[in-house]
């Protein structure tokens, strides 16, 4: 037999295959709102697509995906043309490709003499929201019509649907402009995606993938009464045709003609100014997150910022955008086919990415809960390389229909344990079993029992359970309890295995020579740790509660608890009425507490630790007590802190942050771009701060 070779396809032929391959996955992301690849794998493929046409630009057509945005809309939908065509934007990924940004926008505004020779470009940036793109169009004042992208020039109408979300005015505020058409994003907090998924699952109606699939699905109903079902949210970041502002406004993207403008009114002609004056005209503008930034560096500075804060914002972004505030020198920059010159979005590493589901296996927790745990094909998510996921519970697996060799979807935000969120059905070959929980524990074999009202199905082996203890001693050694560094998960394997160390207690008999004598352990390591355990006799008495791990005691219960009690035997002794007078403990909680040191194994373990001479120490009352109950609001942008950084910071001095003014207010934080707050607190005359003030206030001026 003759071996025939395959040949590598021509430029022109991977070109053809890639943007067959784009066009279909747009249809599924945009139309139908249930996408078969991650965005990383789009994205890969589309810049595949770019380089081959880079090369080889006799192969760039009209029609190419690289030079149109979406899909064609639905004819189900009127469809809209946009007076300003809806464009998407160019992406970075390196911090080269931001370097590279910063340097053509530099070099074109100095040739054109819009930057000094020194001089820095200052940039607005903003949040990449993971919604849709919506364009609202508002005449004389009033909402006449909302549309998606769609294929950039022509969108579906959503105007209906749009009227259902709250935040969106219906009538402007003020003079109104005779056309304004507002851009920006609809999307869903990830709160009200679960809520809808679980609401979804009750009706055994389809499951979301994700927010933007959810917001997407939402917003593109035929009904808009599921729409106003739905909880969606809008924030404006852009503006398309704009006709007659009232005086003072520049018009934007006309030039502005000569001598309209009066010196005594104030010119918007930046991004940031008309974002401003889009807030004051009533439409839901990002103003917590949107800053000014000069130069490459300042940027990068505000993509690492907004890189610690991502996972606790409370919806999904995918990146930052960085645009040239200046409008005059946008004009000069233009437009490429698809995008504009003067901005770029910098995407953060993906959170989501599909792999193979290899099998299913459960893992015991400290308290018997059984978690089904995904083994992966290993897979490249959110930074790192992933193997396994939580798979939550048995009713989440059935939920999500997911099944051993599956191609799956995994979601890995922040530090938080990456999951899987759910199969990729259009790749399951033929009908794989279901999983089904087994009935014995695969550590100690008692068996697994499942209350009724109950998600969790737990080990009945309790301490009995090998797993159970290894957890419950991990747990204890963690950070936020006795702090024992060393000791981590193999050499607690080692301890439990052999029988040597039985319960908490039997730590602090550990010796140097038997630790010494362990595997993967040398002298100067057992001789830390057993320094380290020595240093864990004298713990707060917050870390020692939370360190033996009662039910519902978290980090912070603990040391309210025990500042309240300020002993262990005063907390031991509390009746449920006695510790329901702790600060944020009710009932449940109570309960716990109560029900915990009533055990006398519970009880004897604390004795046992007193023979070992552990005796906790009283909890600090917290600090700069001035604070202490007092109720903050923050308005506007802080030029240093975000609002998350100071929120932390008043926290940690004792004060509360809240997100209305009232007559309770202790102080208003007030930052650039402040809104209606400001100027409620000063009709109640309540104290007014900007940041430095509030600095000098935590004592940190
Ligand atoms: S500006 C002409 N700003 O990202 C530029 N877009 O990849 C118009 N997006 O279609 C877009 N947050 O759906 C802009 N702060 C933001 C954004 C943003 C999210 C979306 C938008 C756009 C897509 C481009």
New binding site residues.
Partial sequence: MTDSKPTLPTPAERAAVLRTEIEQHNVRYYTQDAPTVSDADYDALMRELQAIEAEHPELVTAESPTQR??AAPQAEFGSVRHAVP????G?AFEEDDVTAFDKRVSDTLRNAGLLAADAQVTYFC?????????SLRYEDGLLVQAAT?GDGQTGEDVTANIRTIKEIPGRLKGPAPKVLEV???VLMTRADFERLNQAQAERGEKIFVNPRNAAAGSLRQLDSRITGQRRLTF?A??WGEVQGLPRGESDVYDEPAPGVREASTLPRDSHGDMLAWLAEIGLPV?VAH?HRAQGAAGLMAFYRQVGEIRADLPYD?????Y?VDALPAQRVLG?VAR??RF?V?HKFPAEEATTELLGIEVQVGRTGAITPVARLAPVFVGGVTVTNATLHNEDEIRRKDVRVGDTVIVRRAGDVIPEVVGPVLQKREGDPPLFVMPTACPVCGSAIERLEDEAIARCTGGLFCAAQRKQTLLHAAGRKALDIEGLGEKLVDQLVESGRVKSLADLYSLKGAELAALDRMGEKSAENLVQAIDKARQPTLGRLLFALGIRHVGETTARDTARHFGSIDAVMNADEEALLAVPDVGPVVAGSIHRFFAEPHNREIVDLLRQQGVEPVAEAQPQGTTLAGKTFVLTGTMPNWTREEATMHIQAAGGKVSGSVSKKTAYVVSGEDAGSKLKKAQELGVTILDEDGLKALLGQG
């Fill in positions: 945005v979406g809806m464009l998407s934007l992406n903003e949040l990449k929201l993971d919604g849709l793109a919506i992208r851009r920006g994003e924030f970041y852009s990002n949107n972004i995918d990146g930052v955008v645009k437009f995008a504009p901005a979005a």
